[in-house]
């Protein structure tokens, strides 16, 4: 690398939960540096959470903490020019991608959705993603597939 590796940036823990996690994925909603309005999205998408989740001995906020990590993948393939022909390698993925992944694919697939507002499409999503199901957990297994199925590649690492 010609320069030195930039250093991360602290964020600052959102208002309500006090929760750095909550602020990079209110990052992530935000669309045209509009924050507050993706605060508020996130806030509403919580309170639908709370009000809807059948798990009564779990706030709304662990509610969407367990949707996150069910999404996370644990494993991707990248491509690799071996020769002249390009394999797809099984990797691991390091701690902060995972999260970055679930995230994206959350709020990806929560705009996808067909109920009325941002907010409600966010919170059906969450709570699917909760119980195991939904398109971001879908997109998940598909990579884990994806990886297994090329699993003969992995000598090629690099």
Not at 39 to 68: C, G, H, M, P, R
Request: zero cysteines; hydrophobic letters at 40%.
């Amino acid at each position: 690398m010609r320069k030195r590796k930039a250093k991360k940036r602290p964020l600052l823990p959102d208002p309500r939960f006090n929760d750095q996690l909550v602020t990079r994925f209110v990052n992530n909603l935000m669309w045209d540096g509009k924050k507050s309005v993706a605060f508020k999205i996130f806030y509403d998408a919580i309170d639908v959470v709370e009000e809807k989740k059948q798990n009564e001995e779990k706030s709304a906020l662990e509610t969407w903490k367990d949707a996150l990590s069910n999404v996370m993948p644990h494993v991707e393939v990248r491509s690799r020019r071996v020769g002249g022909a390009t394999f797809q390698i099984p990797m691991q993925i390091r701690p902060d991608r995972k999260v970055s992944m679930a995230m994206k694919w959350l709020i990806a697939f929560a705009r996808k959705r067909n109920e009325k507002t941002m907010a409600q499409k966010l919170a059906a999503e969450i709570l699917a993603a909760a119980r195991e199901e939904g398109a971001a957990v879908k997109k998940r297994v598909d990579t884990h597939k994806m990886a297994e199925a090329n699993k003969a590649f992995s000598h090629f690492r690099f």
